[in-house]
């Protein structure tokens, strides 16, 4: 059988909006990758046990509060605590610009913006993986 | 056997996420290793209690298989949840939202939730399915559920697996009971009519019962139509009275091993197809060839039967 893709696509805190991850969680199952979906309002704890049992290859973060700095430093270090910091993480949602570089210092490999054609995040997890 | 398949091996025995985890892609993936690992897990332990639990789109089966499991974890029994469905037979990819309505037990210490996809259903039931069966009992799991969309053979197959299976279906379900009479209606130990606070819910418990009413003789199990609220937390103790007592009934009858083995048989067919369509089917698929026999038979230079003996190098 031959290897999948495997993607996490998660909603961290409060925000309720999941347009935007629903789109992305549906272009990537059309490229072919099995994505899990968990759904609004999940913790950091949350996030990071399911992307444990599910041994996925890259976690998605859509995001739209602005509570990106405070919930994305927990998510990166339960990950760590979890052993599973070798599992890229991307973002997108409404990320202002001036953020972008305090994300990559924490590790997260991309961001990406409204507006980014679904097949250049499906490019950037194939390159990743 | 390798270094690293034992350590492997000895991590899911304790219990070790990251491990268990793993060793569920490797069997999807279909790896080396894999096949090392499972020939001992085979070797060393047996299956903990299945529970399959099916029925059409948005019936609730995962909001049900979360009150299920909230009601075990009282008793502190460890759970672990195969939530299957369906991989797209256009693109390959799939869409898995069951954690969706598993939120609150998502956190919880003695459950492990892993969605799987059908992948490969050429040749059936994905064998992966049993393995990772395989894998959560060598983890100590008490109980595992097996949950999938209640659609087609693909879904019978992955039921049947299970030693108690529910069927869950809905008040407004009513037109669909014909197709069900054919195929899913037939493998439910227990049926379940979910929403039960809608309207006609309890017409649709009588149907039930009259459907499988037809079941006949002594020792044949008379399976139970149950209704629920699963939102609402109501009617889950008596899902729970009913997989115990059809457990009960399997063991008295003697009917446990005779399960068992059924499993066995569908897995070993599983293995065969799988097998098969590696070594044989695959490399003609990807073979040039196949494309000329496609054209010359669009061009009815050949026919079909007589390519596709030529292609297996039957004739």
């Not at chain 2, 899911?12 to 690992?37: F, Y």
Request: glycine letters at 8%; aromatic letters at 6%.
């Amino acid at each position: 059988m031959d290897k999948k893709i495997k993607v996490l696509i998660a909603k961290p805190g409060l925000d309720g909006h999941d347009r935007g991850a629903k789109v992305i969680a549906r272009g990537l199952k059309e490229a072919g990758m099995e994505v899990v979906y968990t759904g609004l309002r999940q913790t950091p704890e949350q996030i990071v046990r399911s992307a444990v049992q599910e041994d996925v290859d890259v976690i998605g973060l859509s995001i739209l509060s602005g509570a990106h700095t405070h919930l994305f430093p927990e998510i990166m270090k339960r990950l760590k605590e979890a052993g599973r910091d070798d599992i890229p993480v991307i973002a997108g949602g409404i990320i202002p610009e001036d953020d972008h570089q305090e994300l990559r210092e924490l590790g997260i490999k991309a961001v990406f913006e409204p507006g980014t054609p679904i097949s250049k995040i499906v490019e950037f997890i194939e390159d990743e993986v | 056997m390798t270094k690293s398949v034992d350590r492997l091996y000895a991590e899911i025995k304790k219990g070790n996420e990251n491990s268990i985890a793993r060793a569920i892609s490797m069997v999807e993936d279909g790896t080396k290793n894999a096949l090392e690992l499972m020939k001992k897990v085979y070797n060393n332990v047996d299956s903990a209690y299945m529970v399959g639990i099916s029925g059409p789109p948005g019936s609730g089966k995962s909001t049900l298989t979360q009150r299920i499991v909230q009601l075990w974890r009282e008793k502190d029994l460890k759970i672990g949840i195969i939530a299957i469905d369906p991989t797209s037979h256009f693109s390959g990819g799939a869409l898995l939202g069951d954690r969706i309505r598993m939120n609150e037990i998502a956190t919880d210490k003695g459950v492990f939730i892993r969605s799987m996809a059908t992948r490969g259903s050429l040749g059936g039931l994905n064998s992966s399915i049993y393995d990772t069966v395989l894998i959560f009992s060598l983890a100590g799991f008490d109980y595992i559920i097996i949950e999938t969309v209640g659609v087609g053979q693909n879904e019978i197959d992955i039921v049947k697996l299970a030693d108690t299976t529910i069927f869950v279906t809905v008040p407004e379900a009513g037109d669909e009971i014909q197709a069900y009479k054919a195929g899913l209606m037939e493998v439910g130990d227990i049926f379940v009519v979910n929403k039960a606070d809608r309207p006609k819910s309890h017409q649709m418990v009588l149907t039930i019962e009259q459907l499988v009413s037809f079941k006949e003789g002594k020792d044949v199990w008379q399976p139970p139509v149950l209704s629920t609220n699963a939102l609402k937390n109501e009617g889950i103790a008596d899902i729970n009275e009913w997989i115990n007592k059809h457990h009960e009934y399997l063991k008295e009858k003697n009917l446990m091993q005779a399960n068992r083995k059924n499993v066995i048989r569908t897995q070993m067919i599983n293995l065969m197809e799988k097998d098969l369509h590696e070594k044989f089917i695959k490399p003609i698929l990807n073979d040039e060839k196949f494309e000329e026999f496609i054209e010359s038979v669009y061009r009815k230079d050949k026919d079909p039967y007589t390519a596709v003996k030529k292609l297996l190098s039957f004739d």
